[in-house]
T-cell receptor
């Protein structure tokens, strides 16, 4: 069975600082994908970044990067130069299993950016 | 930028009534999904739909749920006889043919309140 664990229910970061949100995963499938989504207080789910299990390099998208450590089964999200608008819930998710596209989500981390 | 559109944003219904939640996926996407998020909990997969049929469904997606793509642009989720525990945020998502991770883009959600 697939499982995503986010152990930080809440995190605080000073504006302009970097922050790392933790995510560990469990799957027996060699082919999988890892995703991060942002959910602001307004409720929508916004795709941030994707990492494939066979990708050699860590994914980056602007201020977001994914620290992918395959042996440790971790896929931490790093947000650089935090902004007030980064305050939101952040969900790690995984797709795995041949022919399966469903996403399994973690419980999320609530990030608060302090001015 | 193309986006997934969901209507209504909030639906209030009486227990036992039928509701239909509507979604317009991104126009060139071929895979469609419904997820739900009970307040304060993680996002859960309900069903995926491809080529006019269900491709995967979770154990949550029982006989009271059904999905349909009635006209080539809309994608609907019907809950036949709502229960109090169906109160949740329902998200529609869509993705392209599998490439680059099959990234799912979510709508803003419909908040369903069952009284």
């Amino acid at each position: 069975a697939q499982k995503i664990t986010q152990t930080q229910p809440g995190m605080f970061v000073q504006e302009k600082e970097a922050v790392t949100l933790d995510c560990t995963y469990d799957t027996s499938d060699p082919s999988y994908g890892l995703f991060w989504y942002k959910q602001p207080s307004s409720g929508e789910m916004i795709f941030l970044i994707y990492q494939g299990s066979y990708d050699q390099q860590n994914a980056t998208e602007g201020r977001y990067s994914l620290n992918f450590q395959k042996a440790r089964k971790s896929a931490n999200l790093v947000i650089s130069a935090s902004q007030l608008g980064d305050s939101a819930m952040y969900f790690c998710a995984m797709r795995s299993g041949a022919g399966s596209y469903q996403l399994t989500f973690g419980k999320g981390t609530k990030l608060s950016v302090i001015p | 930028e193309p986006e997934v559109t969901q209507t209504p944003s909030h639906q209030v219904t009486q227990m036992g009534q039928e509701v239909i939640l509507r979604c317009v996926p991104i126009s060139n996407h071929l895979y469609f999904y419904w997820y739900r998020q009970i307040l304060g909990q993680k996002v859960e997969f309900l069903v995926s739909f491809y080529n006019n049929e269900i491709s995967e469904k979770s154990e949550i997606f029982d006989d009271q749920f059904s999905v349909e793509r009635p006209d080539g642009s809309n994608f609907t989720l019907k809950i036949r006889s709502t229960k109090l525990e169906d109160s949740a945020m329902y998200f529609c998502a869509s993705s392209e043919e599998f490439s680059g991770g099959n990234i799912q883009y979510f709508g803003a959600g419909t908040r369903l309140s069952v009284l």
